[in-house]
């Protein structure tokens, strides 16, 4: 089980550099 504070980084982090392209801001979807 991951910790709260990693967990929740995680998701931002997910936020930031989503899985498709598509999703999010063109700029920020790039990798």
């Known amino acids: 089980h991951l ?3 990693l967990s929740q ?3 931002f982090s ?3 550099r989503p899985h ?3 999703q999010g801001t063109g ?3 790039k990798y």
Request: glycine share 20%; aromatic share 6%.
């Open 3 to 5: 910790p709260d504070t």
């Open 9 to 11: 980084a995680t998701l």
């Open 14 to 16: 997910y936020h930031l």
């Open 20 to 22: 498709s392209a598509g």
């Open 27 to 29: 700029g920020r979807g």
